[in-house]
């Protein structure tokens, strides 16, 4: 079994700035990719960043520029900086990971989810 532990959601104000971080535990061999998925109200869940263990990244349109994913692989941890923040970007923001347990598995995990609020 393996645990996502996310942190950093907040209020701030348009044009300001949060760290959002991601911690996985558990029975992990490899953890082949991190993310960060989104979901605002009545909206479906859509992808926002990711980052492989070797580095490439991939970035929804309307945050290129101003959010960066980056990833500490000895401690298993995923963080995302955004930046210059708009209202739109309001939503509860979760954390994926696919993870090979070491005997020829893959699995995906989510993480429990945690709130961004940009607002005047």
């Known amino acids: 079994q393996v645990q996502l532990v996310e942190s950093g959601g907040g209020l701030v104000q348009p044009g300001g700035s949060l760290r959002l971080s991601c911690a996985a535990s558990g029975s992990i061999f490899s953890i082949n990719v991190m993310g960060w998925y989104r979901q605002a109200p009545g909206k479906e869940r859509v992808l926002v960043a990711t980052?492989?263990?070797?580095?490439?990244?991939t970035y929804v349109d309307s945050v290129k520029g101003r959010f960066t994913i980056s990833r500490d692989n000895a401690r298993n941890t995923v963080y995302l900086q955004m930046n210059s923040l708009k209202p739109e970007d309001t939503a509860v923001y979760y954390c994926?990971?696919?993870?090979?347990?070491?005997?020829?598995?893959?699995?995906?995990?989510w993480g429990q989810g945690t709130q961004v609020t940009v607002s005047s």
């Open positions: 980052r492989t263990s070797g580095g490439s990244t």
């Open positions: 994926n990971a696919v993870i090979h347990d070491g005997f020829g598995n893959l699995y995906n995990y």
